[in-house]
């Protein structure tokens, strides 16, 4: 089975990449390629971008890209039915892509080869003096309200017709394994929803890469957010000071989720799509047990803002 490793970028259609670029900053992304038709940002570290917006007619989400393990499990995913020929990356780093598009017809590029970036620095996670452990001493925290720095993309959750196909759809290309269930509140037979997370044996991987779940309407499917990794805390409620104070549109932060443990803060860009800010999410390899929920939805946040009903939609 082809082995994926992690999430490359997601892709955004965008009626103005000026307004999209400009959040996203906000939002502690940096800008790594801009022409008048395509905005390619990045994060810390190498990976040359995450985050990529098309310039379009119509605001939305247009796809997303896996990274592969080697060279082979490339050429495996482009020997699959509906698959196309492996062929050339587009955008800053290049390296190999083969096409796909999911049961519900939301593009997913399987990639290989990337060239890493020029590396963006990374400040070191603060030293937190706990109850019964301290670990900062004659010295100070003076965290900034500033948009931080994004260090890599984490997840993102689609919405699907049809959940059983479309998990399945994504372990027979990736080799995704279920990390956790959402079910129906009250009934764990009936799994509504499935945390998928990449396979590297005894290697810790983040709990979850993908969230997928079931739609109350099957003709109402495709993203429901994006989501990014922060270093701590400090970084995540110093961007959540300053996206408020340039008027950007809080959702729901910030907050504990149950599944994944993250500590969350929910965005909207300028056209209503939700992005997420995370730190401190589980990890997880292969000792680690399914465990099925099946809560309400005001149970899925332990502590912290619950989210708006039309989250759950
Ligand atoms: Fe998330």
Redesign the pocket.
Known sequence: MPQGIEISYVVYDSTDLDQTEAFMQDFGLVTAERTSEMLYMRGAGTVPYLYVARRAARDGFAGAALDMARREDLDAVARLPGASAVEPNPGPGGGQRVRMTTPDGVPIDAVWGREPAPPIALRAPNPYNWGTAKNRVNASLRPKRAPGLVMRL??F?LRVSDHGQSVAWFRERFGMVDSDYLCVPGDESRVVGTFLRFDRGAALVDHHSM?ITQSKDARDTGVH?H?YEMQDIDELFGAHDHLLARGRELECGVGR?LV?S?I?DYWRDPFGNRV?H?TDGDVANDAYQPVRYAVAADDTTQWGMDPPRTFFD
């Open positions: 984490g997840h959750g969230l957010h989501s989720h994944g993250q969350f997420e995370y």
